[in-house]
């Protein structure tokens, strides 16, 4: 059976360039970046040619690049790296749990956290965020594009709130790198998180910028890797994919890669809702990183859907891979005031760099029949067309 993947949004495959890089650091150079003899500079010189293709793709120093173990540690990093207790922190209702769960937990330790909702388009009002100021607020944690809608964020206007209100500004840029182009400066964020698995380096490794003269407080203490702000021995490796993919990512955006992404993306979204009724997309009308489509289909269980296409060879998701499995409606379509019916039967579609038109097709196949067949099983579904005939 041919198999499509379209779940981008969850994991990339490494693509071949990338493996190539790294192959040579599990075997050959295999030094301990710290040490001074050749192995150790062979490695170092690599982890540093690294830093500079992570800082390109962000417009930063690479002394302002902190190699993590991924985008999870870097939103821990930037958030309990700067607030303690008494202070406040403005986040939104639309953060993946790598920001949440962190704000939940700064709250258990006497942090006063604001979370500001977002419109029907899964879009933050800046002016919700300048509303929400306190004299006490230390952080503003605004995600860059949202992980279920692909929906990108004013982060620009946040951050020149943050930065009149001489606050810090974290944006966690997990699933907008190398969809679009990020530049720091321009963002005027002071921490800016990504992962590498979101775009085709492997798992388990990403970076935080830090601003030039941000202070962080470490998560752990050990050595003195990464100016001791991230002590542990480096991940020689996964950071030489990081740093391949990354150089792939910025030479994808200079050819136009993100158009040419978003227009298979746009073919498959426009036949989808051509051909099935009682259908739509959720962040219609708001700007999209060029991967992804998140489309409710009324009437259906969208576990029963991602089950009934993996059956015949797609691969795709309700959202976020790790509340996959959970009852609960997602966090991020409620909070655009989608009923929990709607966000139910919602499905993420994600495209990645090797994906390729013929895949587009046969989700263009797959989806509207697979919808028909589980349509025709739905109670619901035959009482509303009686009504409707
Ligand atoms: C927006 C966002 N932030 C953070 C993360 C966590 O990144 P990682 O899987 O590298 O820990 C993800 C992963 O799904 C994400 O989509």
New binding site residues.
């Given amino acids: 059976m041919r198999r499509v993947y379209l779940d981008n949004?969850?994991t990339t495959p490494v693509l071949p360039e990338v493996l190539q890089a790294m192959l040579p650091y599990f075997g050959e150079h295999f030094g301990n970046a710290s040490s001074i003899h050749h192995h150790g500079q062979d490695t170092r010189a690599a982890v540093e040619r690294a830093r500079e293709a992570v800082a390109k793709l962000l417009g930063c120093r690479p002394a302002e690049i902190v190699l993590t173990s991924?985008?999870?540690?870097a939103?821990n990093l930037a958030i309990f790296g700067l607030v303690r207790p008494g202070d406040h922190v403005i986040t939104s209702t639309i953060e993946?749990h790598?920001?949440l769960n962190s704000c939940k937990q700064l709250q258990q330790r006497g942090v006063e956290v604001t979370y500001v909702g977002v419109d029907g388009r899964c879009l933050v009002d800046p002016d919700d965020v300048h509303r929400a100021l306190r004299p006490n607020t230390k952080l503003v944690t605004i995600?860059m594009?949202?992980?279920e809608t692909g929906v990108i964020q004013p982060v620009e206007e946040i951050g020149k709130i943050s930065s009149e209100a001489d606050l810090y500004f974290h944006t966690?840029a997990?699933?907008a790198a190398s969809k679009v182009p990020i530049r720091v400066k321009e963002i005027g964020c002071d921490l800016l998180?990504i992962?590498?698995?979101?775009f085709h380096a492997p798992?388990g490794v990403?970076a935080l910028y830090v601003r030039k003269g941000t202070l962080l407080e470490p998560l752990f203490y050990g050595g003195s890797h990464e100016r001791s702000r991230r002590a542990g021995t480096e991940n020689v490796p996964g950071i030489v994919g990081l740093g391949k993919a990354a150089e792939l990512a910025v030479k994808g955006l200079e050819n136009g890669d993100d158009r040419e992404m978003a227009a298979l993306r746009d073919r498959l979204e426009s036949a989808i809702l051509d051909q099935v009724e009682s259908a739509g997309v959720n962040g219609a009308g708001a700007p999209r990183v060029p991967s992804t489509t998140n489309i409710h289909f009324d009437y259906i269980e969208g576990e029963a859907l991602v089950i009934a296409l993996d059956l015949k060879g797609l691969a795709v998701s309700t959202g976020?891979?790790?509340s996959s499995g959970a009852i609960e409606p997602s966090h991020v379509l409620t909070a655009m005031g989608l009923p929990p019916e709607r966000a139910r039967a919602s499905l993420r579609f994600s495209l990645g760099k090797q994906n390729t038109a013929d895949d587009v097709h046969l989700a263009i196949q797959l989806v509207p029949a697979s919808v028909e067949r589980l349509r025709e099983l739905s109670p619901l579904y035959n009482k509303a067309s009686e009504v409707h005939s």
Avoid at 70 to 73: K, R
Avoid at 195 to 198: C, L, V
């Fill in positions: 949004s969850a991924g985008g999870t540690e939103d993946h790598a920001v995600m594009a949202n992980n966690d997990v699933q998180s992962s590498g698995h979101k798992q990403g976020a891979a790790c």
